[in-house]
């Protein structure tokens, strides 16, 4: 909105200019979110207080969880709220890429809002019916998918990391491909938080990490020189990871050990929906399970935590997902959640090492 009311003014006005450059947009859209979850936070977390809107702990988690019996959660609306707004007020509305973008933050917040409702109100621990709840993923995920390979047009070939020359074409299964990134990266990030601050710390590394390659992939020069996929128009998604980022630091102040708020599936949906769409639109699908690889890590987990029982009888870790696991075996629950967050940032530098290690 911004960039549309102040960018024409660079007729008259030279110093408008500044309006064209991604990086300045990017920079103000990750403040503004920021000062929005400092404006907003405070009195977000008293309304969820009042309304009694607190957590509910599974009676079969950790017993140091019990504590956190009845803290504010839903505060994933601010994480929402604060990536939207500045998203819209610094982005160029022209841009479909921003819009699907939008799209699938919004839906996926609004799943997970209504799954925390059912279990702050209704008092379910399980919150909505999980078949209920994949397919409307599904669904969203599918509407996504089909407008961003038959409306704005985006090539179905897939990067594989290290790679140069090895960029396959799926076609027609590009779709379902799609589908399984957004709802494969929204359900680990997801099942990664069960602690204060576990899982917007790598969510913050990952945004920042995605803002740098939405910006290479829109920059035809740098796409044709690391020899990356070039995406026109992406770059815009470089301030909407940006105002993700911002929003998931905001959000930390309030999320940090000893926890003010809880996220709930309204901000880990949305997350990492919005991480898995960012990832297919830049082209750089494959390697987000690199920069998520703490999310993957405590999605298998889970997954071998259940298969295993169900074949053998027998666990592998005593509780999953696996920060539960460290937690029984004695580690303080920050020790995990910074160790968490230093394992994102060496998996995010290796990221980006694919750039240039093909």
């Known amino acids: 909105m911004l960039y549309h009311l102040l960018f024409p003014l660079h007729a008259d006005y030279s110093f408008f200019n500044i309006f064209r450059y991604i990086t300045f947009r990017t920079i103000y859209a990750a403040i503004t979110a ?17 309304h009694q809107i607190g957590q509910t702990i599974r009676k079969d988690g950790p017993e140091s969880h019990l504590a956190k019996e009845g803290t504010p959660t839903m505060g994933g609306l601010l994480i929402v709220l604060a990536t939207v707004i500045p998203t819209l007020l610094w982005a160029n509305l022209g841009n479909t890429y921003i819009w699907i973008a ?35 993923q599904i669904l969203l995920a599918a509407v996504a998918a089909t407008l961003i390979y038959l409306d704005v047009g985006i ?19 590009y779709i379902p491909f799609v ?36 910006y290479l992939a829109g920059h035809i020069k740098i796409a044709n020189y690391l020899q990356i996929q070039y995406v026109p128009g992406a770059g815009e998604l470089t301030i909407f990871c940006g105002a993700m980022a911002g929003a998931g630091i905001g959000f930390l102040w309030y999320n940090t050990y000893p926890a003010q708020v809880f996220m709930g599936d309204t901000g880990s949906l949305s997350l990492g929906a919005a991480l898995g769409v960012v990832a297919v639109m830049v082209k750089q699908e494959i390697v987000l399970a690199l920069v998520g690889g703490v999310f993957v890590m405590e999605a298998v987990s889970v997954i071998l935590q259940v298969y295993f029982f169900k074949t053998t009888r027998k666990r592998i870790f005593r509780m999953a997902p696996v920060h539960h696991h460290f937690e029984l075996a004695g580690w303080a629950e920050p020790k995990i959640i910074v160790r968490f967050w230093i394992i994102s940032i060496i998996l995010a530098l290796l990221a980006i090492s694919t750039l240039k290690i093909r």
């Not at 090539?155 to 299964?173: A, C, E, H, R, T």
């Open 34 to 50: 920021l000062l929005l979850c400092f404006v907003i936070g405070p009195w977000l977390i008293r309304e969820l207080g009042t």
């Open 102 to 136: 939008v799209f699938v933050m919004l839906g996926f917040g609004t799943i997970g809002f209504f799954d925390d409702y059912r279990k702050v109100v209704k008092k379910d621990s399980k919150g909505l019916p999980p078949r209920t709840k994949f397919l409307l």
């Open 155 to 173: 090539q179905d070939k897939v990067s594989i990391p290290f790679f140069k020359k090895l960029n396959p074409s799926l076609g027609f299964l």
């Open 179 to 214: 589908i399984l990134v957004i709802v494969g990266a929204s359900n680990a990030v997801n099942l990664t938080d069960g602690l204060d601050g576990l899982a917007i710390g790598p969510s913050i590394i990952s945004a920042g990490t995605y803002m740098l390659f939405a």
